[in-house]
């Protein structure tokens, strides 16, 4: 018998797990020809002289022509038509042909990374489909059809000649490339999104609008997402790659999320984004300062896989959008206002007041982000029930590990509002964010605390997208969660309860009839204001309430910086009535402290001197920045020269250094960066740039003013180029 | 106001990942005494003179007296007690004393990794609770029981008498630290499990057998866990720190068993074992060559966390097994017969057969393990639905990722059972272990393949488990699988089909009515031996079949080596008739090439003239190493000398080279190991160990032969030590 080599117990499988990493088939391929018999001349060998992947009129159809990108671009499941022309006239009943396309080092068609398709005599019966349109002579067309869970990503594209010899190659052409992304519009695309409105919105808008501020005082920048910028779809890919993903899961869109989410921040994995919420961003660009992603994927892509600094949630967020829309996968920003992070994975968000009445801020580990932005990606799941298709949230920000990393998602949207949290992934964190209650508690000199009030309703007060085909919001709040207190919403917290969410094992919450309230009207940085203190008594006796009111700064995250105030105020109220209590908020006391998004959070805490029930309640108050302008001179037409002027005034009393200026519009002109040493008490900036739009139709200018003392400046203006 | 230090916008949160770090508390806490009336007298201050820890007596009732380690070991959720020896008589009106036990370098009242329990004057309410039992002047004795879901590790333990001054706490003493298991005896710990053999089986046994050879012709091998030799609970704590597996999540089982079965690999985390199938063992020990997990483990340890060369299933599963009992989770081995490594995640297995109908290597990427081994745990789910508690799959084996790391489970076997494949974790990968059906294809050289023949009934034949308090096996099989061909059965595959399993999108199987099968006796290596194939003949026609049955060497893992036979033979069969055809097969030809664990796999391929119907069969044939004896010289005494003789004759005509001889006995004797340069053919060794037993009761003696040529001789005696 005939010896081999030995070989190793374990099959040699190796994943090839990089896009960029290709495999060279030999142009010829000879066949054992002393155990074949010729069975047809093999003069005169059909060769082929060209490839022509109709780029134009495909990416017309499939929906990708908007991607600048030389190369073809199609989606899943939705015939390519090629056009080959041979050496002389094919003969479909002689001439035995094949279209191949290969992905990565170790091609294979087990694997869906190596695909034959037969064009002549032979049938080949591969998951990708293939048939002759025309034949003209030595011009033959061809339709290709990837099928519906094929790997997103770029192909290879080779023809081979096969004779009794052996087979005949073309020459590798990376003019021939071809990129498959998914089909949103095919039903039988895991990611297919039945109304074309979604599509345009969720797939193919490249500008969008992502929500900040508080919940009654609803603010918004626009982000510019650009995902078919140049080189964006290959920065994605790239994305991949130093994720390592291996390139037979790139089909699957629940694979693709997950590891999207995980691959977005830096963290185990070297992804995009390194996240900082430590007011220090010298060595590189402040969370704050960013107007879109095709900077920050592009700088990514330069850099070879060097994460980028630096991000908050929504510049994640941006990120993952673009990230995922470039890729073929409906995705919006979704904004949860109020939005717990539960360290501790118990549902409850400790908010420990110290003997004063102020926030102990050794002892909260816990906090309410005054608003968070993630995704949500539409797809359906396979490996769920189907009633868990549908929007799934992901979440790129690095809070908490999922099963070893920092990820979250897919969660199935369905499944957070009925409290069905045993199915995959990071169900129990997202139902957390949104549904964790909000204890106050008064701690000792012993370490001892106590409970001083239960609110479960502060945390995911409102959660909001933009609206399709407009600029303001929608709320989808009742997509998450039953109206509270509600018979379905008690069902929901039940099932929570039955899936290994820690039960409610603290105090009730306290029935006094009392309740407090905090409100300020919409304050600029800078400005004096009243913040009222409502105390509403609905019990029929009248009630003295002893209240101090804390202020501090705090950051987004709901982390207190430095305290700044402390009153206390007595009121007494009526049967059946509200009084109000007024609190003079001085700049002079808050200006000095304030951190980045100028945020102030209040917490009351009181007690009813008749009954000696405790109350409390918090509010943060965000600041408005001043104002930035941007104008144009003259009406924006294709090929005219356009005068952008972006300006703004230093409305305090102290000086403005390292202040950035950004201006970017995309389609127009690559992002802008102009920076000041300094802006004085009073004066002003104005910057002026030439462009000339290439095409027309609406466009979006965003300008923005950054600098240490001054976050997030931020203004655009629609222009509609003629 | 007061200015402090700015933060940091998010949280200084962090998790401790080591139970080797420590936080040295200091011994002395002094309260801002300018702000506090002192409310008593200090003077005679109360102080502490010791702490017993009640080591004897409380390991008795935790039943972790078998623990090799001097320090106290306690279950969660039952009583210890503690006595206290004060300065001066203890009074529990006045007197306000705190028992601290600490775990990890940020102790943290909130994570469950700092507990504070009074025993005096002030009350508090964490989830450890204590009482007071006794008090006799300076005596007190205290009960303490940690909760039921409470961290597993080792806690130093502290005394605090506070006075109005500040805190004085005893100085740190290693000797009082505490450690704290699972509790499989407590209806409350989420791994309990009712029956007390159960216990003593799954928890307390310290040695076992682990079944492998094939599932006609069972073979075992015994197993030192070793759970409780010195050292070994130590380690199982190194392996938690090596995997940074933060302290708050070590309470729970889910999490320690997902975890656990990613650490005992060497893959992505520096976990215990290198995986290694090249034959190739210079630079460790061979797979074959162990005798049980304490070697292993305490290797591991001393080199503070470098893995340990080499190991396959039976190894990984071994160690897993003792780093599950040693924790106090139930868990026992599964050996599943002819188990499918299903790489391209389709539930087919494809064995490609080239033209001649030899096993085409390079296209057959799947495989099917003769036998491959696990573990399972048995715990409460409580992130699941009910019905999916009880045992769960785990397996360390590196077979696939599971979520970015390689690591398997747990999976519910409820939800294997009923095709429930949604839910966490890697239920998909079990089920196609079980469950994927042999596609036998046939391969030409264009590359294209067609099918053969389908059997769905190849995979997962039988899985067998140690019966408790026995060495045979039990037949666990039915816990997995409804009967093949069921309606239960179908049920379940319909399931799985709607949770995302690639449907069966290839032929129907065929409906012949003809079958073949291959089968031979027990055989041991080196002998000539006759296989025997039966066509049985299910129609009303005269069947003629042409069968080319080739054979190759192959691995335990299904994977072929060298083909070392290739026979045509005709056979004639009559109508409802069985006909045997023998095939001869010669050692001359098989022993060259013979890789470790000797099997030879048997294909046929066969196609029926009279319809032109093809099929297939394979075979794994185990052939049995030559004997090994173990004997002892007089009766086994507590105190009294003890002569082991292991000898072994080399039956083969070539010389074993490097021969290592190992001898093992828990309680007995620390692992020995002698080495041979070589057994000449026809050459004896004897090996002669005197002991001298310590301890009454049952031991085994564990004999093992290991050398390149011939892998796993292996024998066992067990003795009564009187």
């Known amino acids: 018998m005939n010896s081999v080599t030995r070989s190793s117990g374990r099959g040699r499988v190796r994943f090839a797990k990089s896009n960029l990493d290709e495999y060279q088939p030999p142009t010829f391929e000879a066949f054992d020809t002393t155990l074949v ?46 056009t080959i022309r041979f050496s002389q006239p094919f003969n479909i009943q002689w001439d035995n042909v094949l279209l191949e396309f290969l992905i990565g080092s170790t091609p294979d068609v087990s694997r869906g990374t190596y695909i034959i398709l037969s064009i002549g005599r032979e049938k080949s019966d591969g998951p990708w489909s293939s048939r002759v349109l025309d034949i003209q002579g030595n011009y033959v067309t061809v339709g290709v059809t990837p099928d519906a869970s094929c790997i997103v990503g770029r192909f290879q594209t080779f023809v081979v000649v096969v004779s009794d010899l052996g087979k005949q190659r073309t020459v590798r052409n990376t003019d021939t490339d071809v990129y498959v992304l998914f089909n949103p519009w095919d039903p039988a695309d895991q990611v297919y999104i039945p109304r074309e409105s979604d599509r345009q919105e969720y797939v193919m808008n490249d500008v969008g609008i992502i929500f900040n501020g508080e919940f009654n005082n609803i603010n918004s920048r626009s982000w510019n997402y650009g995902q078919f910028e140049q080189g964006v779809l290959d920065a994605c890919l790239l994305v991949l790659d130093v994720g390592k993903v291996p ?176 199915y995959p992934f990071d169900a129990r964190f997202v139902f957390a964010e949104l549904n964790s209650d909000v204890i106050y508690r008064k701690s000792d000199k012993y370490g001892n605390t106590n409970v ?116 206390n105020k007595v009121a007494t109220v009526n049967p059946q009535n509200t009084s109000k209590v007024l609190i003079n908020v001085q700049a002079v006391n808050y200006m000095p402290y304030l951190v980045e998004q100028a945020n102030l959070l209040f917490v009351v805490q009181g007690r009813i001197e008749e009954t000696g029930q405790t109350l409390s309640a918090m509010r943060v108050i965000t600041l408005r920045p001043p104002e930035l302008t941007i104008k144009v001179n003259g009406i924006p037409r294709v090929g005219k020269d356009l005068m952008v002027i972006v300006s703004f005034r230093n409305p305090y009393t102290f000086i403005l250094k390292n202040v950035q200026l950004r201006l970017d519009a995309l389609g127009l002109i690559p992002t802008k960066i102009k920076t000041y040493d300094q802006i004085q008490p009073g004066g002003s900036v104005q910057y002026t740039e030439t462009i000339t739009p290439q095409s027309p139709g609406r466009k979006v200018l965003i300008g923005l003013l950054d600098c240490a003392a001054l976050r997030q400046v931020i203004n655009q203006l629609e222009i509609i180029v003629q």
């Open 452 to 567: 001083l009030h239960v609110d479960t309703a502060y945390v995911g007060k409102l959660l909001v997208t933009k609206r399709v085909n407009a600029n303001s919001y929608e709320d989808v709040t009742s997509n998450y969660k039953y109206p509270e207190g509600s018979e379905r919403d008690k069902q929901t917290m039940n099932n929570a309860e039955n899936r290994g969410i820690p039960t409610r094992d603290y105090l009730p919450r306290t029935e006094a009839g009392v309740t407090i309230d905090l409100k300020a009207e919409t304050i600029k940085i800078g400005d004096n204001f009243m913040l009222t203190m409502n105390v509403n008594n609905q019990t029929s006796q009248t009630c003295t309430i002893n209240a101090t009111i804390s202020g501090s700064v705090a950051f987004y995250t709901g982390i207190t910086s430095a305290n700044f105030m402390l009153e």
């Open 247 to 422: 390139l037979t899961y790139r089909g699957n869109a629940t694979q693709i999320v997950r590891r999207g989410s995980a691959l977005m921040n830096s963290q185990d994995d070297d992804g995009v984004l390194v996240g900082n919420w430590s007011e220090d961003y010298s060595i590189g660009t402040a969370p704050t300062a960013w107007t879109g992603s095709t900077e920050i994927l592009l700088k990514y892509a330069r850099g070879g896989g060097v994460p980028v600094c630096f991000a908050q949630c929504w510049v994640f967020a941006g990120v993952l959008n673009t990230f995922m829309r470039c890729l073929g996968i409906p995705t919006r920003v979704i904004t949860n206002y109020c939005s717990a992070h539960d360290n501790t994975g118990n549902l409850k968000t400790d908010i420990v007041l110290d003997e004063d009445g102020r926030v102990d801020r050794s002892r909260t580990k816990d906090s309410v982000w005054n608003y968070h932005c993630w995704n949500e990606v539409y797809m359906k799941r396979p490996d769920l029930p189907d009633r868990f298709s549908g929007w799934q949230v992901i979440d790129c920000t690095p809070q908490e590990t999922s099963d070893g990393l920092y990820r979250c998602g897919p969660t199935s949207v369905n499944a957070v509002k009925e409290g069905e949290l045993s």
């Open 37 to 82: 018999t010729p069975r047809a001349p093999t003069a005169n060998a059909l060769s082929v002289l060209d490839i022509d992947m109709r780029v134009v009129e495909n990416k017309r159809a499939h929906n990708t022509s908007s991607y600048k990108n030389n190369n073809l671009i199609v989606r899943r499941h939705q015939e390519f038509i090629i």
